[in-house]
Structure formats: C-alpha cells, structure tokens
C-alpha cells in the first residue's frame, strides 16, 4: 500500500476509509495503512497548497490508522470538507510513539486532556484488554461536554476499566463530574504507588500540574511518561521548529519519560 | 602547489573552470544595504577575479546556496505532485575558513540527523566543492580562534588570498593544477593566511548546568532584542525553516509547496495550529538560541554549533553581542553573576 | 560722527535690522545645516569679539550673532570670510560679507549621512541647491527632507523635497517573516500585504519611505540604485494664509528637482508684483494670481521627467486664511 519515495518529502495518497464525528470541530478521518505504528506516533497530513499538519496517531487497525483532527487551521479546515472515499496526502509515521507493552502489567494511570485522548487511544484500548483492567485507571478530561471526543471508546472503557471522565464545565444540569483532571489524581486507588506508571497527555499547564499531582501522590519520575506537542514543518529532524535543548521532538519524542521531559526547558 | 596569478589570469583560469561548474562568491552590492548608499557584500554567481570580494567580510553566508532563502520543493497540478527541477552543475563556493567549518554543521542537520538525508539539501550539496579564501586578518567581530575555527578543515580544491594586486593559489586539487600553472606569472610555495589572534574572544563553557537556562541573565534581552531574526540569517550554521504551501490566485487548483528560512527570534517560530506558543519573550528565544550554537548542538553532535564568525554581532540592529553572551553564559554556568 | 545706516543695504547684506537702536546681528548662511567645527568656532569668535557673546541659532539652520555694533559691520565681514570660504556660499566680493539674503538658507534635515531612514544626502542638495539660486533677492524658501517623515518640515517652504526610494523586491530572497508588512503599517501607511507568502506592493499606496527596506532582515527589499523625490509646493507661514505645500511631482529625479526650481526663479521674476512691499512676496499668493496653470508653464519648461513621476494637475491648498476670518471655529 505504502508507496515508498525515495524523497521522505513526498507525501503519499492514503484512502479516507470512514469519517467520525466527535463534534463539530473534532473528526477522526479512518485512514488505510498497513504498516508499523503505534500510538503516539503521528502523521504529517498533506493538503497540497495548504500545507502539511502533524496529527497524532489515535486508533490503529490492521489495514487502517485512526487519525483525530481538530479544525484549528489552514490545512484542518481542508482536511475537514474531505469525504470518505476520497484521499488524504501522508508522510510518516514519525516519531516513537509509546511502547504500550510498559503498561500492560500493574497498576497504570492515564491521564488525557482534550484531543491529547488521540496520542493515547490506542494504549487505553491496550489497557482495557488486559486481564487485570480494574488496575488501570483512566483520567479523560474535556474543555466541556460538547467538546467530548470518542464518546463510543469511553463507553467501553468505563465497561472496562477504571474510567473517570470530567469536563472543566458545563451547563446547568449536567450530571457528570466537573473539575480538572488533577482533581481526582489523589483519590484514585493505588497500592503500590511506586511501581504504579502513569501516562500523561494534554495541553503544556495540564501536564505540568497533572505531574505534579502524580508525584506528590508517590509516584516516581522514571515511571511517569509524557507526550509532547510541538511546531514541526517536516517529522524528519531537520526544520528544526520542535526543538528543545538537543532533543528534537519529532525523532526523539513526542513521547517521554519525565526523567527527560523534566530537564527539556523550552 | 602554489602559484601567483595577475588579476585577468586568474579570471581566465576562472573562464576554464567555469566552464561546466558555477562559481558561488562574496560580491560587494552596490547601495543593495539597508541604509541609503550602503553596500552590501552577499553571495552570488560571478564570472570574473574581480567580482569576487576578497576584502571585506560578507554580511550573509554562502549557506543561501545549500540553503536557499525560499526554495520551491514541489509543484502540485490537480493530481500530480512533481518535485521542482534544479541546476545540476557543479558549484564551487568561495569561502572563509570559519565558513568552511559552517559546512560541517549544515551537513549534521540536513545530512545526519534523523533517518533520512533531506534530499532537496543533498541533491545540491553533493554538487558543492569549495575554495578558501584565506584571512590575512580578523576583523571586527570575528572569534573564530576561540572557536577554533581560525584554520581551515580539509576539503577545499584550492585556497586564494589577494595580496599588492596578485591572487596566491595553493592547489590542493591535482587535476587543477595545470590550469593555474598555464596562467601563473610564478609558481611558489603559498599558504592560505589564517588569523592566530581575534580582539574578541569568548570562553565556551565546558558544562552548562541547567539553572544557566533559568538565569536572569537572559531577561536583558526581552527588553533590548526587538527579534529581527537578523542574526539567525546572516549565520552560516542556522539551518531553520519553515513549510509554505501556495496555490496560484488565478487558478486554485496548481500550486506550490517550498520551504523558507526561519528564525527562532521571530514571532511564530513556535506557534502550533490553535494558538500554543512557546518562548514567548525576546529573552527565552535569544537563550534558545544561544544555548543552541554553544550548549544543545554540542550534545548531539559533539561539537560546537557556532563557527565564530561574528556576522550576527555585525547585524545586530540594537548593539547585543552574541559574543558577550557567550562569556555571560560561562560566568553563570560557573557559578559567578553573569552581569557582574 | 553721525550714524547714517542704509537700512536697504544692511539687510541685504544678511545683518539684522535689530530693535536695539545700533545694534545689528550678522546672519551666517549655512546651506543644508552642517559646518565645520572650525567655523563653528569661528562663528563662537565672532561673537566674542563683536557680538554681546551669544549665539542664536535660527529655525532654517542658521546662526545670528547678535549684539553687534552697526559701525562694526564691514569688520565683521572680513572677520566671517573664513566661514563664508568654508561653507562654499556663493559671494561676490571677499571681505565684503554675504551679498544677498531674499532667497533664504536651504534646509536639511540630517538625511543619509546619518539617519537610517534619510532616502539621499540631503546636505549634499541642500550646498548644491545654494549654489544654483544664491545670491538672489527674491524671498523664496526651500527645504530638502530624507523621507516622508518630513523631519526637515519642508511643508512651510515654497518647495520642499522629500526623499523617497522605490523598494526593489527579491522574492527568492524573502522568507514570509512579514516584518515589512508589520512595520509599513506601524511606521508608514500600510502598503505591503502577504499574498502566497511572499509580500505584494501596493504602488499606488506607497509613500516610497523605505522603512520595509531597513526592516528586512534578509535584503529581499533594497532600494533603488536611483533616488527620488516628492516636490511638495507653496507652504508658508504668515499673516494672511499660513498652509502647508501640498504635493506638486513625485516620484521626480534630481535633475528635475533643480531645473524646476530654477524655472520658478524666472516664473517670479516675470509675475512678482512689482509694487510688493519690499520686493517680497510669497510665491504662492503669486500662483493665486496667475493661475496654476500658468505656474507650470513656466516651472515645466525644459523638464523631462523620468517615467515614474507623476505631475499633479490641479494642487488645492488649504490652512487658516485670516485675512478672511480670525474665528477659532
């Protein structure tokens, strides 16, 4: 399927399998691909004569990658009056995405925040498989109700694992829980808090204080992992946009563990 | 070995070898400086001996050959996606010896690092040779003995240096060397000069601890830079750039996708689709990239970033000097106040 | 002895007539506002010696020495002769001081030899213009600014020259940084956009200031190898209709420049009332009366401007006319 150029560059056409709408800003585009991937990693989606935008890799199938966009630019906007069975220009995937057999045994929190839910889909999905499932513990929080991605998936996560959902807001009426996600990080239940790892995804201030709510809780800083987002022009270590210090975000991350993440000074 | 050329021989033995190749030199424009009746010496194709500046410093790098400014990668029609055509002749680029050592740092970014050589970088560089320009002299600015860059790396086909009028060429390239002999008044031992001293000289620090990158040294430079850019342009060893894709206004379905070259000083450097920005004052992007040329580099690579040239010194519009930086840096990094 | 002064003579001769009863002040002629610090000194000299030990420096770039003794005059005028040599004004006999002052000192504001905004030298036009219309009696004003900032205010002359430069754009050299675009809107008046990335100039906008050409960070804008000029006309200052010159060429070239202004030299010769008090009258109350069409006749004669310019066909001035109406509103 794959067509490899010789030019990393050159993008190549990926067939829209199915479109999800989440809300009116937020789409997952079913794109097929078969190919090596994990989650985390993410594509550069090319419009061409708008430009490229690097979108996370949310749900990968055997013949097809989930990918989560959000309408915020240029490029999303185009992507967004694409149909199914039309075609999307991809580059990638790029970067190293998370090593999801480092959550599969023991206790795990994830901890996700708006489309940050994309990067770490896939190593939920890994999560609710597993035998000990009530193990895992699953923080998503959105902006509001509407603003609620993969409504389908939280469903079965709930079935399947410790999920607590939370919106920052909501109109009168509402049921759900309300407040940010490091408001329920010291009440989930763990015993063994310093072999329990964490995983956490979402704007820059939502991370930072979900980190370190995760280690006032006991957590250690080698079992903490983060993903971060960052201006890339290429995926291929060269624009040099998405760097910070020596570490360039898009061949060495997005994905890190805090040991690292936490001396990367933007 | 060397020879002595007048100035008409050594433009005949530049027709020669011009002959299937472009020769890429420091030229002195004319009243083309930002100010009124200001020259400015840059980078272009010459022809002749006498084109090419050999006393002042260029102001830009010879990067915008590997590196141009704005550079069409592809073309789009409706559904074809072509990549854009390029001059596929051999270049000979005339550089100084700080320069030269530029070309290594390039080659990192657009060569090593990653998985794949940028190949719009490579299809060009590896149609590049070089020629020194010897320095009989350092000039304002310049700190490339404390880069160690003052001599030369291998690699160059052949090293000039005007003296009194007359171009002394050491041929380091055999297959040359019957051009100059043809042409040369005498044929003498010659050395490319290289400058042993600069009046500037920085101390890069050994270790940089990371408390240097929360200094309140940086915070001078929130209120002083106005963040041009001017000083990532003019060095020979920023590499940056940024992705624009066009469609032609009279007809929405052809276009075009080229890069062009960034500045991490300026505005939207870091700006992700949504509105997330990082380094938001002129002080955390002046550390980024100062840290970058002597620090961050370094660790990836294992060698300074930063040449010495002093071109960003030179363009500064509001007087900071990178290289005062530098030493800032190497008081905090050990300990002591760095504006003290 | 009795004191017997030909006021006429004393003025023309460039000294003031002074209100102190004796007094007189020597005005030194200083084309385009720079001097050698030598006659800098010189002038401090002067003023010791024949003057009350004071300086007075004058709006158009001159120097008054007052508080000199009327007998002292011809001293005076030997002892300024060094100056006059230094400043390259025209004269007609040595030691005998300035021969003339209708036409007054020509202005500059510090332009390209100093400012970074300055579109040519300003002083150099300012000591060539001096050279080609003085000495002359008629009461004409000129003033020569860099750029449209107009530091030199050259609206309250009969002709001020403002400098402009046709930015020359480079699009391989331009990156999109969009600095231009910022600076043409935050310090001139909003000519440049970015279309596809790369900038559009909207020459019918464009002042030709060159703020876009310093803000470049890459010279994707230079400036062009010629200079040009805006000719803006007929401002002044005054009891009747104080207004500022409105816009006659622009885009002109240099030559041009001069052979209008020496053209209108003629003009008011021809059309000066010849019953003006003093034979002073602002020009421009001389094109109200001769029309403007006529004033072009003669300042066109002989010129052949360059492509670019741009003549206007009608020039509306306005500013306050007392002599119809002293109301503040």
Known sequence: MRKM????????????????????????????????????????????????APISVSGIGRDYVDLTIRRVGRVTSEVFEKGEGTSLLLRGPYGNGFDTSLYENGEVIVIAGGTGVSPVRGVIDALAGTKDARDKHVIVGFRSPSDMLFRDDLKRWDQALDLILTVDGAPEGYTGNIGLVTKYIPDVPIRDVKKARAVVVGPPPMMRFSVMGLLQKGFEEENIWVSQERKMCCGLGKCGHCRIGQTYVCLDGPVFNYTESKNMLD | MGYVLSQDSFTRVLGKIGLDRRLYAPVNKVGEGRYT??????????????????????????????TPLSETLFFFTENEVKEADYDQREVLVFLRACDL???????????????????????????????????????????????????????????????????????????????????????????????????VKVSVPADVPLAVYKDPLWDEYTARCINCGRCNFVCPTCTCYTMQDVFYTDNGKVGERRRVGASCMVDGYTNVAGGGQYRRTNGERMRFKVLHKIVDFRKRFGYDMCVGCGRCDQVCPEYISYANIINKVKKAAEGGAANA | MARDINTKKLKKNAFRYSKVRGE???????????????????????????????????????????????????????????IIDDSGVNQEERDKGYPASGTRNVVACPGSRLCPFGCYDTTALARKMDKMIFPNNLHVKIAFTGCSNDCGKVRMDDFGIIGMTEPQY???????????VKFCKIRS??????????????????????????????????????????????????????????????????????RMIRNCYAYVEEYIDPGAYEGKEHIGYIVDRTGFDEFVKWVMKDVELNDKAEVASRVYWGGKHYDRSNNLM
């Open chain 1, 5 to 52: 150029s010789e030019n990393p560059y050159v993008p190549y056409p990926s067939e829209i399998l199915q479109i999800i709408r989440h809300t009116d800003k937020e789409y997952t585009f079913r794109m097929r691909f078969t190919g090596e991937v994990r989650p985390g990693q993410f594509f550069e989606v090319s419009v061409p004569r708008y430009g490229e």
């Open chain 2, 37 to 66: 009746d200001v020259d400015v010496v840059r980078y272009d194709f010459i022809s002749e001996a006498a084109e090419i500046e050999m006393e002042k410093k260029s102001d830009y790098a010879f990067k915008e050959l590997l």
């Open chain 2, 101 to 199: 050592h530029a070309v290594k740092r390039l080659d990192a970014i657009y060569l090593e690092n990653g998985r794949f050589p940028d190949p719009f970088y490579k299809r060009i560089r590896d149609r590049v040779k070089f020629v020194l320009i010897g320095c009989g002299h350092s000039y304002e600015d310049c700190f490339c003995v404390s880069m160690g860059t003052n001599v030369a790396p291998e690699g160059y086909l052949f090293s000039v240096d005007l003296q009194d009028g007359s171009y002394y060429i050491d041929v380091k390239d055999q297959d040359l060397a019957p051009l100059f002999a043809a042409e040369a008044e005498a044929e003498q031992e010659v050395m490319a000069r290289h400058v042993t001293e600069n009046e």
């Open chain 3, 24 to 82: 007189t002040a020597s005005r030194i002629r200083i084309p385009g506002g720079v001097i050698n610090a030598k006659s800098m000194a010189r002038i401090a000299e002067v003023a010791e010696e024949f003057g009350n030990g004071t300086i007075f420096l004058t709006n158009r770039q001159g120097v008054e020495i007052p508080g000199i003794r009327l007998e002292d005059m011809p001293a005076v005028n030997k002892a300024i002769q060094a």
């Open chain 3, 170 to 180: 480079d699009p391989n050299r331009c990156v999109g940084c969009e600095q231009c």
């Open chain 3, 189 to 258: 008046v909003g000519a440049l956009s970015l279309v596809n990335g790369k900038v559009v100039r909207d020459t019918e906008k464009c002042i030709g200031c060159g703020v876009c050409v310093a803000y470049c960070p890459t010279r994707a804008w230079t400036r062009s190898r010629d200079h040009y000029f805006r000719i803006v006309i007929m401002g002044r200052t005054g009891k009747k209709n104080p207004r500022l010159a409105e816009d006659f060429v622009k885009w002109a070239d240099e030559e041009s420049v001069f």
